[in-house]
C-alpha cells in the first residue's frame, strides 16, 4: 500500500472530512495520528481507524495553542519514531453580518483555521522526514464566497498563501505542500450553516460531494504518486463553481 510504513497527522480528524481522511490513510498502510480538540470525538475515530488494521494514535490538541501543537508533534515521534504526512484539516466557522464581527471572533477563526496550520507546519519543517507532504485543507470560500462568513472566507484564503508560501521554503527541505478547496461537503458543518439552514443559500443535492471525495484527493496529493505536484491548489466542488 502507497502509505506503509508512514505516519501521518490529521487535524480535526475526529469528524467529517479529517475523520474520512484518517480511515483513507489507515487503510492504505499509514500509521495515523488523529489530532483533535474534542477527546471523545478523537477516541471514536481512533477507534474506527484501528478497526481496518492501522496503527492509530489519538492525540487531544487545540491547534491554536502553538504548545499542544508542538505536544502532538513530539509524542508522535516518540511513539513512531517519524512522521511524514501533515493534513492541516481543523477549522471553524463564525456566522454573522460582518459589522457585527468583534476582534475576538475574528481571532477565533484565524488561530484555528490560519495559525493551527502554521504551527503544525512549522513543526514539520523542523522534524519531518525529506519526501514528507502536507496538505492544506482550504475551501471554495477562499475564491467564492457567500454572505455571513468574512472570517472564515478570509482566513480560508490566508491559508491558500501559507500554502504558497510554505510550498516555495519547503522544497529545499524535501518537503511537498498542496492544498484542497472543498465545495458543498456532506458534513455537520455544512448541514449547520445558518445560510443554508434559513435557505438563504440553496444547495442542490446533486452538488454536494462526500467527505471520502475531498480524502481521495488529499491521499493522492500526500502520496509519492504526487511527488511532483508542488503548490497546487485543487477545487474538489463537483464543478459547482463554475456554475456559480
Same mark, same amino acid.
Request: a neutral charge.
Given at each position: 500500500? +502507497?502509505?506503509?510504513?508512514?505516519?501521518?497527522?490529521?487535524?480535526?480528524?475526529? @469528524?467529517?472530512?479529517?475523520?474520512?481522511?484518517? !480511515?483513507?490513510?489507515?487503510?492504505?498502510?499509514?500509521?495515523?495520528?488523529?489530532?483533535?480538540?474534542? $477527546?471523545? /470525538?478523537?477516541? $471514536?475515530?481512533?477507534?474506527?481507524?484501528?478497526?481496518?488494521? $492501522?496503527?492509530? *494514535?489519538?492525540?487531544?490538541?487545540? !491547534?491554536?495553542?502553538? @504548545?499542544? !501543537?508542538?505536544?502532538?508533534?513530539?509524542?508522535?515521534?516518540?511513539?513512531?519514531?517519524? *512522521? =511524514?504526512?501533515?493534513?492541516?484539516?481543523?477549522?471553524?466557522?463564525?456566522?454573522?453580518?460582518? =459589522?457585527? /464581527?468583534?476582534?475576538?471572533? *475574528?481571532? #477565533?477563526?484565524? /488561530?484555528?483555521?490560519?495559525?493551527?496550520?502554521?504551527?503544525?507546519?512549522?513543526?514539520?519543517?523542523?522534524?519531518?522526514?525529506?519526501?514528507? @507532504?502536507? !496538505?492544506?485543507? @482550504?475551501?471554495? /470560500?477562499?475564491?467564492?464566497?457567500?454572505?455571513?462568513?468574512?472570517?472564515?472566507?478570509?482566513?480560508?484564503?490566508?491559508?491558500?498563501?501559507?500554502?504558497?508560501?510554505?510550498?516555495?521554503?519547503?522544497?529545499?527541505?524535501?518537503? #511537498?505542500?498542496?492544498?484542497?478547496?472543498?465545495?458543498?461537503? =456532506?458534513?455537520? +458543518?455544512? *448541514?449547520?450553516?445558518?445560510?443554508?439552514?434559513?435557505?438563504?443559500?440553496?444547495?442542490? #443535492?446533486?452538488?454536494?460531494?462526500?467527505?471520502?471525495?475531498?480524502?481521495?484527493?488529499?491521499?493522492?496529493? $500526500?502520496?509519492?504518486?504526487? #511527488?511532483?505536484?508542488?503548490?497546487?491548489?485543487?477545487?474538489? =466542488?463537483?464543478?459547482?463553481?463554475?456554475?456559480?
Amino acid at each position: 500500500m +502507497m502509505f506503509t510504513g508512514k505516519v501521518a497527522i490529521v487535524t480535526g480528524g475526529g @469528524s467529517g472530512i479529517g475523520l474520512a481522511t484518517a !480511515v483513507r490513510l489507515g487503510a492504505l498502510g499509514a500509521t495515523v495520528v488523529i489530532a483533535d480538540v474534542s $477527546a471523545p /470525538h478523537a477516541e $471514536a475515530a481512533a477507534t474506527k481507524v484501528g478497526a481496518g488494521g $492501522a496503527a492509530v *494514535w489519538a492525540s487531544t490538541c487545540d !491547534v491554536s495553542k502553538e @504548545s499542544q !501543537v508542538a505536544a502532538t508533534v513530539r509524542g508522535t515521534v516518540e511513539r513512531f519514531g517519524r *512522521w =511524514d504526512v501533515l493534513v492541516n484539516n481543523a477549522g471553524l466557522m463564525t456566522f454573522k453580518p460582518l =459589522d457585527e /464581527h468583534t476582534e475576538e471572533d *475574528w481571532l #477565533r477563526v484565524l /488561530h484555528v483555521d490560519l495559525l493551527g496550520a502554521f504551527f503544525f507546519t512549522k513543526q514539520a519543517f523542523g522534524t519531518m522526514q525529506r519526501g514528507g @507532504s502536507i !496538505v492544506n485543507v @482550504s475551501s471554495i /470560500h477562499a475564491v467564492e464566497t457567500t454572505p455571513l462568513v468574512a472570517s472564515y472566507a478570509a482566513a480560508k484564503a490566508a491559508l491558500l498563501s501559507l500554502t504558497r508560501s510554505s510550498a516555495l521554503e519547503g522544497k529545499a527541505k524535501g518537503l #511537498r505542500v498542496n492544498a484542497v478547496l472543498p465545495g458543498a461537503i =456532506d458534513t455537520p +458543518m455544512l *448541514w449547520s450553516n445558518p445560510n443554508v439552514r434559513s435557505g438563504a443559500e440553496t444547495i442542490s #443535492r446533486a452538488d454536494v460531494g462526500a467527505a471520502e471525495d475531498v480524502a481521495a484527493v488529499i491521499a493522492y496529493l $500526500a502520496s509519492d504518486d504526487a #511527488r511532483f505536484v508542488q503548490g497546487a491548489m485543487v477545487r474538489v =466542488d463537483g464543478g459547482r463553481l463554475d456554475r456559480l
